[in-house]
């Protein structure tokens, strides 16, 4: 979503980094370009010019001219404002469930927003994370199949829901949805309400009628981060007349310009606690200020991938893993399961997205030449081929190559691509499997049930020093290897700085003559 923000910003900020010192002129200079980037990309007005006006204050005080580095300092004023204008890196933004069970959690927001598929999501994902005992209630009446639909994903989710009673209005069904949670032992309810094309007052009396009977402890606005500038008008009058206790902004993994998500929790006060960032039931992260600045300003989040590793990394899998690893085995089932990891943890184009070092260059080179249905593709050449070669890859000789070519519906050449990426990373994996200090246990022991991997403890509690740590290159202490590649499960790569070279299928970026 913050492609285009991204690329503005990136601009006119490394035109600063070259300067030996800056002048008013200059930081004048920047600052248009900025806020030129912030208003293209829908920022609401009073927000970008209250964000220019902190950055040039501070961009031309005594901390840039004082400083050796001034266009790195003017760099990370703008990353500080930023971090303040989306709620600041300290602040909580998790849902609260501090609260009597069963603790009412309402949606809110405008049809189309993806307000039942989020209420899905949140409460799958209080279950398996939070282990808590959640229960869903549909109370939209009026679109049809609305209270199915809320059925289908409940199941989905492996999350109970109300059962529907025909003709039931909406007050009644919270009545009785909280009654039913109360008796059932749930701990948390959750209120799907309905939605409306437009705002209107039956929509919020309704709405209201339905917070004085549930008495909800949150009550979360849905918003599409798509419908841009209209989104913060949405979520001001919801808030004016409701009460919002926290924003899920929807649709994140769009082509929208990102303005919504900068302006809205300037605008309301209200915190983004939660981003949709696909249509998958996993498809949720958690929104922290700092790294979604990050982000913004091309710094990657590396940290976010850190977490994302070890929720989607299957210990048991690991383990085996890793033992064969440590007897230097590492044949093409394991190669597969290497690029199943990188789907699990968001494609090519998401692990790129939270990669810091990966400049716009590389960034354009590895799109142009590498997407996810290249890694589907060779997850196809792989399970085309017999398990005796799978074990053994030397078996494939050109008759085979062409078989498995045609089972997989790809050419010749992927095949011969796919095995010397093959044979690259298993003289990797072996030199690795060699090094002392339990480094295959690091790697692939730790870390599941969502848990980080086996990190320092100065780094596990700390997501400023690992970030730090990983963006240096320096390794993470005890026997991990340099670069950030070797540190996380999935990523058999090496070396930050650019575009890593040991990403499952990467090519060196030179096109074919």
Partial sequence: MFDNLTGRLGDVLSKLKGRGSLGEKDVDEAMREVRRALLEADVALPVAKSFIDKVRTRAIGHEVLKSVTPGQQVIKIVHDELVEMLGGAEADTSISLRAAAPVVLMMVGLQGSGKTTSTAKIAKRLTARDKRKVMMASLDTRRPAAQEQLKVLSEQAGVATLPIVAGQQPVAIARRAVEAARLGGFDVLMLDTAGRIHIDEELMGEVAEVRDVANPHETLLVADSLTGQDAVNVAEQFNARIGVTGIVLTRVDGDGRGGAALSM???????????????????????????????????????????????SFDTEKAEKMAERLRKGQFDLDDLAEQLRQMGRMGG??????????????????????????????????????????????????????????????????????????????ADMMKAMGRQKGGMMSKLFGGGGGGQMPDLPPELANDPKALQKALSSGGGLGGGLPKGMGGGLPGLPGSGMGGMPPGLPGLPSGKKKK
């Fill in 265 to 311: 929790r300037a605008v309301t006060g209200v915190p983004i606690k939660l981003l949709g960032t696909g249509e998958k039931m996993d498809a949720l992260e958690d929104f922290r200020a700092d790294r979604v600045a990050g982000r913004i300003l091309g710094m990657g989040d590396v940290v976010s991938l850190v977490e994302k590793a070890a929720e």
């Fill in 348 to 425: 090519m184009k998401g692990l790129l997205g939270m990669l810091p070092g990966v400049g716009k260059a590389q960034m354009q080179a590895a799109q142009a030449h590498m997407n996810d249905g290249t890694i589907k593709r060779q997850i196809a050449i792989v399970t085309s081929m017999t398990k005796a070669e799978r074990a053994n890859p030397k078996l494939l000789n050109a008759s085979r190559k062409k078989r498995v070519a045609k089972g997989s519906g790809t050419e010749v050449q992927e095949i011969n691509r796919l095995l010397k990426m093959h044979r690259q990373m």
